[in-house]
């Protein structure tokens, strides 16, 4: 059968990892990826899964990504905990069956497309994290929904949660949430769908969510913070620019890991 590998480092480098255990696990088929295994090398920091499937695409390898990177996570975070360091994993590429090497960057255009700024509002946008904590441990909270697929529906909720909060500090939480509405242009139906799909797993109850549910949500948070920010710097949010969101954002499709 097709063998390709991801490949990447285990985070802190200054106390290099190396495992005697080589794990290997089976995936069975979803809707979205064939059966696969996975076998997981770490020697000196770097890490190594050689993953084995029926038939090895772009966009299988794209969708194997996640599992892939929960075998390793799994294995190197146990280590973490026995040595109490905060290992942490980075998968950087992947190597095809043909040997062809693509770099793999964890990231999501259609999520940056959600809102307007681009690098030259740099300045504006850090000068906000740097004068206010909360925001920027929110902003921080926010990209987790790229940078641990599984926190995702947990950062859904404490985002929104962590606006209301910084839109009216110390107010009535029925008035802050009245002001996201009014201030941000958005229904409460919007704002339900994060806080809803991040209730279970606020509580510790692990519930898988559907991926492409988790991709929809993290869509429409990342919108409103658009608009939170927005509404920072500007001051109030134009009404032809920014009409009131309704409950349902547009449909994501691409996978959370994209082959460069």
């Not at 839109?167 to 994060?194: H, I, M």
């Amino acid at each position: 059968m097709p063998t390709f590998f991801f490949e990447g480092k285990v985070e802190p480098d200054v106390v290099p990892l190396t495992l005697d255990y080589v794990p290997v696990l089976m995936r069975r088929e979803t809707p979205f990826a064939p059966d696969a295994t996975f076998e997981v090398t770490v020697i000196a920091g770097r890490i190594r899964i050689r993953v084995t499937t029926e038939i090895v695409t772009d966009e299988i390898v794209g969708d194997l990504f996640v599992p892939a990177w929960d075998c390793a996570r799994a294995l190197v975070e146990m280590a973490g905990f026995i040595r109490a360091i905060p290992y942490s994993v980075a998968i950087e590429r992947a190597i095809m069956p043909d040997g062809e090497v693509k770099q793999f960057a964890l990231g999501d255009r259609s999520l940056a497309a959600t809102h307007d700024f681009t690098m030259d509002d740099l300045e504006a946008l850090a000068d906000l994290a740097l004068l206010d904590l909360k925001l920027a441990l929110t902003i921080s909270d926010l990209l987790m929904t790229l940078g641990k697929a599984h926190y995702s529906p947990i950062a859904c909720g404490r985002v929104a949660d962590g606006i209301a909060r910084l839109l009216t500090p110390g107010a009535d939480r029925k008035v802050q949430w009245q002001e996201v509405r009014n201030r941000l242009r958005v229904d409460e139906a919007y704002l339900r769908s994060l806080s809803e799909v991040s209730k279970g797993s606020r509580h510790a109850d692990r519930v898988e969510i559907v991926a492409e549910l988790n991709r929809e949500t993290a869509h429409r948070l990342w919108i409103l913070v658009g608009r939170f920010l927005r509404y920072r710097i500007d001051g109030s949010l134009d009404p032809q620019r920014f009409p009131v969101l309704e409950g349902q954002a547009p449909h994501f499709r691409e996978a959370p890991g994209t082959l460069a």
